[in-house]
Structures are given as C-alpha cells and as structure tokens.
T-cell receptor, first 114, second 111 residues
Framework: KAGVTQTPRYLIKTRGQQVTLSCSPISGHRSVSWYQQTPGQGLQFLFEYFSETQRNKGNFPGRFSGRQFSNSRSEMNVSTLELGDSALYLC?????????????FGPGTRLTVL | QKEVEQDPGPLSVPEGAIVSLNCTYSNSAFQYFMWYRQYSRKGPELLMYTYSSGNKEDGRFTAQVDKSSKYISLFIRDSQPSDSATYLCAIEDTGRRALTFGSGTRLQVQP
C-alpha cells in the first residue's frame, strides 16, 4: 500500500508571497492532519480535515488555511509568508473513525522563506 | 510549562547498549501514547502505540506507560547504528484528534 505523499518536497518563497502545499493520504484514509515542525517549537498541530470538513484546529493565525477534496486529498495554504514560516510541513493520514486510529506521516514539504 | 516534556539530548551510546528514552506529560486527559522515529530529512515513522498503563513489547522495542506518574518510556535493546535518529513521544487526548509531541531526543549509536 502506498504511503502518504506530499508535493512539492522543497519550496523557496519570499516574504509576502503565498504558498500551497499538497498531501495525498493512504488509500482508504479519510482524515488528513497537518503539522509544522521547526527547530525551536518542534512539531505543532495545525488542523485536521475529515470528509472535506475541518474537524479540529490548532493555535495558528488565520494565514494558515486548508481544505480537503472528495477524494480525501488535502491542500494547505499559507498567505502573506513571514520568515518564521520557514519549516518542515508534515501531513498525516488516518482512517479517522476514532481517536485511536494511527496517524501515518508523509515525508514533508520543506518551506524556506527568504 | 509544556504539556509534554522530553529531554532533547543528544544521547550517544555504543552499539549493543540498552537505550532509555523518556517523556513526562501534564494533562491527565491524555489517553493514547505513541513513539515515533524520525530520520534526518524524513517524516516521523510510528514505532509503538499504546493506550493503557503497562508495558508493550515489539522486537527490540518496549514502550512503558505509567499514567499515575504521567510518565512514558521507550527502551531499545541491543541498539544498532541504524537506530540513530530522533525519537519523538506523542500523546493524544480524548476527543481532540491532534497529537501533542515532545521536543524529540536525538540518539546516536556508535559502531
């Protein structure tokens, strides 16, 4: 079974621009979660989507948004990029039926903001 | 105070050593406990998952949860150079569907 895939793997943007990251979950998984990983703050939860609806949200500003499509693929958008948005953005998928369902991570998209 | 505390290391051990990695947490609502392994430039990979106090063993890995002390551990027996990675504890509370991670412990196993 193919794992979680994320595209692109690397991105370089400048301050003020916006960026869209993509995540394809494991086949059959309906929940997609996004996390930000930085050296200073570690791994932090951004939001979770299930059946095209945002079901849970972390403590990030409104510049961070996402959506999920009917095939469970998800996109994350960051508008008005700041230097501090430079991070590894990880997507995780799960069946999404219960909290006990395991989350499987993709390889991440490394975003650099100049 | 962070909800999940983990010693960042780095931790350096000789090949064959027993490694002990630990996390403490503050929220008694946390119900599900996981250990992930992350190699450089890769996403986290699930190693162990448990939801009750006690021990769970899988090959060379043993996960231990003590809910009364809010303390979780991962033991690695007969450590190998290929175990060199960052180990992250992750905890999920009931109803939130979001993982709270420790800061990660960087482990280096010397051949």
């Amino acid at each position: 079974k193919a794992g979680v895939t994320q595209t692109p793997r690397y991105l370089i943007k400048t301050r003020g621009q916006q960026v869209t990251l993509s995540c394809s979950p494991i086949s059959g998984h309906r929940s997609v979660s996004w996390y930000q990983q930085t050296p200073g703050q570690g791994l932090q939860f951004l939001f979770e989507y299930f059946s095209e609806t945002q079901r849970n949200k972390g403590n990030f500003p409104g510049r961070f948004s996402g959506r999920q499509f009917s095939n469970s693929r998800s996109e994350m958008n960051v508008s008005t990029l700041e230097l501090g948005d430079s991070a590894l953005y990880l997507c995780a998928s799960s069946l999404g039926r219960t909290e006990a369902d395991t989350q499987y991570f993709g390889p991440g998209t490394r975003l650099t903001v100049l | 105070q962070k909800e999940v505390e983990q010693d960042p290391g780095p931790l350096s051990v000789p090949e064959g050593a027993i490694v002990s990695l630990n996390c403490t947490y503050s929220n008694s609502a946390f119900q599900y406990f996981m250990w992930y392994r992350q190699y450089s430039r890769k996403g986290p990979e699930l190693l162990m998952y448990t939801y009750s106090s006690g021990n769970k063993e899988d090959g060379r890995f043993t996960a231990q949860v003590d809910k009364s002390s809010k303390y979780i551990s991962l033991f690695i027996r007969d450590s190998q150079p290929s175990d060199s990675a960052t180990y992250l504890c992750a905890i999920e509370d009931t109803g939130r569907r979001a993982l709270t991670f420790g800061s990660g412990t960087r482990l280096q196993v010397q051949p």
